[in-house]
């Protein structure tokens, strides 16, 4: 497998599966959602279409040799890499995969049940490109005999995960959420932007907005009205029943939130809030709101702002396009591989 041990080889092959997935047609897109739908009800034909549009995007050319050039990614003996990949949405264990060949290791790969049958996908389409990769990838049901490991899961499993995984050098990631930070003065263009982020993938993904961080005069009438434009969420059953339950249980005890008619919104500290509900909190000064964020950036992935206004932020609709280099948890994956 010497030729995909070279750096270049290895660009070239993830830019042509970027290529391809870019030029999809529309029956494929068809074919591909009615697969993963069957697995997973949430992988709707948009949301399907969109994480394979995000990946394609991700795999310019330029971009990852931008990124490879900060890093030695040619290891004297490569390692094999164990992989425990979420379900939550289409392709997010993804990156992670790019990761672990790109820095020119080997993966053997736990899928979840959820996204197997797109994962499996991009797998195959990758050894089309070049059927010697699929000397260095493995998809396996229990992970034995590997050098490493990067496991997703929620905070419950992460627990197992270090036990188990403990001995080996590993990341282990848990639940993360993201957060939106406004002024007020935001117009109804980037509202709607800032919906992509919020209702995108039913917000089930750690890079969607489960919480907005406002002034304390904000009008969050005006925030409903033009969020109205993604009430077709509703129209999932599996939406649906969050918010049908999600508003019974405030209505029976009495808890204060605002009722679209399609999400709710409530006044929390939290940030995690449940399917259908986005939780916000106030703030009076941009000192405060520092604190407030500083208190919890442990448990935050991302942070959105209107055109990135706010220091370490993205713009509003980009939470859910991040770059190659946008690493999950913040924790350099590719450091970690390099180290190995």
Request: aromatic letters at 10%.
């Amino acid at each position: 497998m010497e030729a995909t041990l070279q750096v270049p080889y290895r660009i070239n092959m993830f830019h042509s599966l970027g290529e391809k997935l870019s030029i999809l047609s529309d029956d494929e897109i068809d074919n591909l959602h009615q697969a993963a739908a069957s697995k997973n009800n949430w992988f709707t034909r948009d949301n399907v279409e969109n994480a394979l549009k995000a990946i394609a995007q991700m795999l310019d050319k330029s971009a990852l040799a931008q990124w490879c050039s900060a890093y030695t990614v040619s290891p004297k003996t490569p390692k094999t890499v164990g992989l425990v990949m979420a379900g939550n949405i289409p392709l997010v264990g993804f990156h992670d995969l790019l990761c672990v060949l790109i820095a020119g290791h080997k993966a053997k790969i736990k899928l979840s049940s959820q996204d197997e049958v797109l994962m499996k996908y991009i797998i195959q389409q990758l050894t089309e490109i070049n059927p010697e990769v699929a000397n260095s990838i493995e998809i396996t049901e229990r992970l034995k005999d590997i050098d490493a490991v990067i496991a997703t899961g929620s905070d419950n499993s992460a627990r197992y995960f270090k036990h188990y995984f403990g001995k080996i050098p590993n990341i282990i990631r848990q639940n993360r959420t993201s957060v939106a930070v406004l002024k007020g003065d935001e117009t109804a263009e980037s509202i709607k932007a800032l919906g992509q982020d919020i209702f995108q993938y039913y917000g089930l993904g750690c890079r969607n907005v489960s919480k907005l961080y406002i002034p304390k005069s904000y009008a969050l009438t005006d925030l409903i009205d033009v969020l109205m434009s993604f009430e077709t969420a509703i129209e999932h059953h599996k939406y649906r029943n969050n918010y049908d339950y999600n508003k019974s249980i405030y209505l029976v005890n009495r808890e204060p939130h605002l009722d679209s008619g399609f999400f709710l919104l409530r006044e929390s500290e939290e940030l995690v809030s449940p399917i259908s509900v986005l939780f916000y909190e106030t703030y009076s000064s941009e000192a405060e709101l520092d604190l407030k964020l500083s208190s919890k950036r442990d448990k935050i992935q991302a942070i959105v702002s209107d055109h990135g206004w706010y220091e370490g932020s993205l713009a509003f609709g980009t939470a859910q396009c991040p770059a190659v280099w946008d690493y999950a948890d913040g924790v350099d994956t590719l450091e970690f591989l390099e180290g190995l």
